[in-house]
């Protein structure tokens, strides 16, 4: 009888995929085709189960019971080791036959704690897990034969023996990256979700906060097989692969050729993903950036922190200057959008030093600040330092930090509400006129998103979920209260903002009534549908249609129109085009 092995993963959201199960399965079956003709895992079938955080743990359940799987294997991560705790004991108690393995750096830190609090589980693989899975796959294939399936001498496991006591074995050395199969082959289950691919494992570094400064040693996959697996992508049309290499260009001669291929065979369509360290971009690097085209790819750059006494303490080496530089580079090409982090909560950092590191991060100008908050990571040198710090954090996933030293939990507050204001007016990237103005009414960035969120509290709205026409609202309150003489100004600021993104059907409240002049309206657009003056790829079309593509606004303060062109968009931002007319034309 067939044995058969579900590798379990629940996601964060629906658009992401789990690249480990994926690995382990290609692996395995690799080993399937390989050893022995495939006797080896003869008899065994192994099947991939994807499920989110957001579904109902009963329907996880259900789809798992109706597969019956031998063997059950769950890839565990902070975003969905609560559920899967949740499910462990249930699951035994309507599949009590299936074994339980568990795996991922979410319990690969401590292992023995994990089995000691869950007997339902029977083991867990530790680390890098693509041999071990295809040992154990192995192993349930010899016992389906009648041959002996013990566990001893296995590497890169924390098990129960056959008389129930907990044996912890070493650890697997880690693997040789061209020994691991290219784990996609199909790609109808992965159209419109994000693709994960990795180029590299480990990281030369060594972060405090970061699980990857625990393995030092770099490994690099063969370019051949890359640009091979690059291909593939390519010809399949994929819309996003996200490189999940830890530091990608920490090899530069390796970042280089990936990124020069990846120029030379651009679709059109693919957008590739990396986390880089900007300080370490060359010369070379930056004007093959510069030169690709507008949205081929996108740059994740950790700065963290730029307390110099900070960055000491977590390990982390960094030229901010040189950063700020590369940054700058990239920035002026127009083409790729950056993505840069800070994360509060390290040691060494107050709400002083942290609102200096925000206001020289947010004046880098990057397409996304992200504002993070220290997360205190199993097996991590952060987590050993606890005391030393003061740091405290959550006891459940995913340890978010709570206070140290040098933050209260009520600082922590504060930031949290700098986050939501960021996220909201400057990572939506629709209000950039509007903030054009706030910034010059405040000393700092930090000090207007701070006060942004003071005000919302203020007036109750902090935990509310706002529609985005309210958001333009609430802005235009914020400046009548704060800045009172700049009303006037920020409402056509706002309603630029508003319809440089959209189109839309109903005029927003805040925007008051249209003062376009309908004569003057239906004479430009006579006028626009004969000539075509200012726009491009409209030809053909009447002035009824044209009315319809695009939309008219009439600016009192700078007595001008602008005509808002949204076919002609931004291909990094996507913004409209904003079209200034003069009044008399």
């Known amino acids: 009888m067939m044995k058969k092995i579900l590798l379990a993963a629940i996601n964060a959201k629906y658009i992401h995929s789990n690249l480990a199960v994926y690995s382990l399965k290609a692996y395995a079956d690799e080993r ?65 036959e299936t074994e339980i393995w568990l795996g991922g750096p979410e319990v690969s830190y401590d292992s023995v704690q994990m089995l000691a609090h869950f007997p339902q589980v029977r083991g867990i693989m530790k680390g890098e897990g693509e041999e071990t899975f295809a040992v154990l796959a192995a192993r349930i294939a010899a016992s389906e034969r009648g041959e002996a399936a013990d566990l001893e001498g296995i590497e890169g496991i924390t098990c129960r023996n056959s008389r129930g006591q907990v044996e912890d074995h070493p650890w697997r050395e880690p693997m040789d990256m061209d020994k691991i199969p290219f784990v996609y082959q199909d790609m109808t289950d992965f159209r419109h979700k994000i693709v994960y691919y990795e180029s590299s494992r480990g990281c030369p570094f060594s972060c405090s906060y970061c699980l990857s400064s625990v393995d030092k040693r770099l490994r690099l996959r063969s370019l051949d097989l890359v640009k091979k697996e690059i291909r593939f992508f390519l010809d399949a049309g994929t819309e996003q692969v996200k490189f999940v290499d830890r530091t990608f260009n920490c090899r530069h ?93 390290l040691p060494w950092e107050d709400l002083d030093s942290f609102g200096r590191s925000f206001d020289r991060v947010y004046a880098m100008r990057p397409d996304q600040l992200q504002l993070g908050f220290l997360k205190v990571l199993k097996g991590s040198r952060m987590e050993e330092r606890k005391e030393a710090y003061g740091l405290l954090c959550r006891d459940t996933p995913p340890y978010e930090v709570l206070s140290t030293r040098w933050l209260s939990y009520g600082d922590i507050l504060t930031l949290k509400g700098v986050e939501d204001m960021t996220e909201t007016y400057y990572n939506s990237g629709q209000f950039k006129a509007a903030l054009a103005l706030l910034e010059r009414r405040e000393d700092s960035a930090f000090a207007l998103y701070r006060k942004l969120a003071d005000f919302y509290r203020g007036h109750g709205m902090g935990q509310v979920q706002h529609a985005r026409a309210a958001r333009y609202r609430i802005l235009l309150d914020f400046v009548r209260e704060t800045y009172p003489q700049d009303e006037e100004e920020m409402r056509e600021r706002l309603i630029y903002d508003y319809y440089l993104r959209e189109n839309a059907k109903s005029r927003p409240d805040f925007a008051g009534e249209s003062l376009v002049d309908g004569q003057w309206a239906r004479s430009f657009y006579e006028e626009e549908a004969r000539e075509h003056r200012y726009l491009e790829g409209y030809e053909g079309a009447d002035k009824n249609q044209l009315r319809r593509m695009t939309h008219l606004e009439y600016f009192p303060r700078r007595d001008v129109y602008v005509l808002f062109d949204y076919r002609n968009r931004d291909p990094l931002t996507n913004d409209g085009k904003g079209i200034h007319i003069a009044k008399g034309k």
């Open 253 to 345: 001669d390796h970042a280089l050729e990936i990124w020069k291929y990846i120029h030379e065979h651009d679709n059109g369509i693919t957008n590739f993903h990396f986390e880089v360290s900007a300080d370490l971009l060359n010369e070379e690097e930056l004007s093959l950036i510069r030169s690709m085209r507008p949205g081929l790819i996108q740059l994740e750059i950790g700065v963290q922190s730029v307390n110099p006494d900070t960055i000491r303490e977590i390990r982390r080496t960094m030229d901010l200057e040189r950063l700020e530089r590369a940054v700058q580079k990239v920035r002026e090409g127009r083409n790729v959008h950056q993505h840069l982090d800070l994360i509060a909560g």
């Open 32 to 96: 399937l085709a390989g050893d022995c003709g495939g006797s080896a895992f003869a008899g065994v079938e192994i099947q991939i189960g994807e499920y989110t955080i957001n579904q109902q743990p009963e329907a996880v359940m259900e789809d798992i019971y109706r597969r019956r799987p031998d063997l059950l294997c769950f890839s565990c991560y902070i975003w969905n080791i609560q559920m899967i705790r949740m499910l462990l004991p249930e699951i035994r108690k309507v599949l009590p």
